[in-house]
């Protein structure tokens, strides 16, 4: 099964991922599973998608943590404010491809999809904003002392979001988890994967040097 598929939606026309995310590429599963998305409006199938497994997870968790510990450890805290920042420009830059996906796969209109897609684009842009203002305290405890407290990441953060709000969630997730230099494996809700996959695409081409 292909990794890459073109899809028709109601209004225009796009190339959506179909692969798990991992490496910042996009690959079959471990087992070759897929299952189908739905279309809620008709019941009919949209796609059929690669199925993640446990072997899978493993694989996605190894990734993550190299990163973690390797290029994105590297990244300021100003050039993950400036990467959340791009993504939330992309995000805006696609709105209409990223509103007919949520449109397609979560059943709801486009317009309010076009609204969901603007929010996420706010909370990213927000998250990047505060990337470079997390620090620690000097604390004045007494003369012969030097205390102080450091914000560190907390490590590799596993991340499952619901079906109702899929790119909304996915922002609201990983937003906060990335700017204060920590690494993402997401779980997208199997009835809406869609857009997830999508902004998959958007992390790698906004330059994100982490596993996914």
Not at 5 to 34: A, D, H, M, R
């Amino acid at each position: 099964m292909s990794l890459f598929q073109t899809i028709e939606t109601p209004v225009l026309s796009y190339e959506q991922p179909l692969g798990l995310f991992i490496n910042n590429e996009f690959v079959k599963g471990v087992e070759g599973k897929t299952f189908e998305t739905i279309n809620p409006h008709d019941e009919k199938p949209i796609v059929a998608v690669h199925e993640g497994t446990a072997d899978d997870v493993d694989i996605a968790v190894k990734a993550a943590r190299t990163a973690l510990n390797g290029e994105w450890k590297k990244v300021t805290p100003s050039e993950r404010g400036r990467l959340l920042t791009r993504l939330a420009d992309f995000l805006e830059r696609d709105i209409d491809t990223l509103a007919a996906i949520e449109a397609l796969d979560n059943g709801k209109g486009v317009t309010m999809a076009r609204g969901d897609v603007t929010a996420s684009a706010g909370c990213l842009r927000y998250y990047g904003g505060w990337a470079d203002k997390i620090y620690g305290q000097t604390i004045d405890t007494d003369p012969n002392s030097l205390t102080y407290t450091r914000h560190e990441p907390v490590g590799v953060c596993g991340q499952i979001i619901p079906w109702n709000f899929p790119l909304m969630m996915f922002a609201w997730k990983i937003g906060p988890a990335l700017a204060t230099g920590n690494t993402v494996v997401m779980k997208t809700a199997e009835q809406t994967p869609l857009s997830g996959l999508y902004v998959a695409k958007l992390i790698k081409e906004a330059g994100f040097p982490l596993e996914w």
